[in-house]
């Protein structure tokens, strides 16, 4: 079964600064998609960055870019400049491409987020 | 285009009663899932519909937990009798066959006494 581990339960940046947050996960499978999902205050699952592991060139999204490393199953991401609405608890996830998947998201536990002015 | 609606936002209720949420997809999608999320944790997928038929339901605790999604649009999931441990927030997301992303509800938060 496949698994999604994110180590850092509590992370702070300052303003303007930038940080990374932890990401490894343990699948069979050669062909799959990884997330990272902000979920702020107000419950909304935000879809921040995405990576498609056949894919070798690291995802960016203006001030998000990830380090998709799959030989060692890890996904970092970086937030660069960070900013006060950056703060949130954000969630890595996986989703197998197989066909005996049924699409379904599997998250790691979520490293919340502070971004201090 | 409207996102995925959920309803309603918080819900409170004593043990050993039943409640509902409701969820109405992106247009169009003809995928949807119901997650559970226990404080501090990540959503766990509880059921996954293809139009009007539920393909996974492996996770869902079939005594208490039904679901459904008549017409393949709208989905209710369902929990009779609720229990304490069932105090989470309940998500709702839907995707398209096209692509493989998927948006999520606001969520019901559930608080059971």
């Known amino acids: 079964a496949q698994t999604v581990t994110q180590s850092q339960p509590e992370m702070s940046v300052q303003e303007a600064e930038t940080v990374t947050l932890s990401c490894t996960y343990d699948t069979s499978e050669s062909d799959y998609y990884l997330f990272w999902y902000k979920q702020p205050p107000s419950r909304q699952m935000i879809l921040v960055i995405r990576q498609e592991a056949y894919k070798q060139q690291n995802a960016t999204e203006n001030r998000f870019s990830v380090n998709f490393q799959k030989a060692a199953k890890s996904f970092s991401l970086k937030i660069s400049d960070s900013q006060l609405g950056d703060a949130a608890m954000y969630f890595c996830?996986?989703?197998?491409?197989?066909?005996?998947?049924?699409?379904?998201?599997?998250f790691g536990q979520g490293t919340t987020l502070q971004v201090k002015p | 285009e409207a996102g995925v609606v959920q309803s309603p936002r918080y819900k409170i209720i004593e043990k050993k009663q039943p409640v509902a949420f409701w969820c109405n997809p992106i247009?169009?999608?003809?995928?949807l899932y119901w997650y559970r999320q226990n404080l501090g944790q990540g959503p766990e997928l509880l059921i996954r519909?293809?139009?009007?038929?539920?393909?996974?339901d492996s996770q869902l605790p079939k005594d208490r937990f039904s679901a459904e999604r008549l017409k393949g649009v709208d989905s209710t999931l369902k929990i009779q009798p609720a229990e304490l441990g069932d105090s989470a927030v309940y998500l709702c997301?839907?995707?398209?066959?096209?692509?493989?992303?998927?948006?999520f509800g606001p969520g019901t938060r559930l608080t059971v006494t």
């Open positions: 996830a996986y989703q197998g491409k197989g066909s005996g998947n049924t699409g379904k998201l599997i």
């Open positions: 997301s839907s995707s398209s066959f096209q692509t493989y992303e998927q948006y």
């Open positions: 519909y293809e139009n009007e038929e539920a393909v996974d």
């Open positions: 247009s169009g999608h003809n995928t």
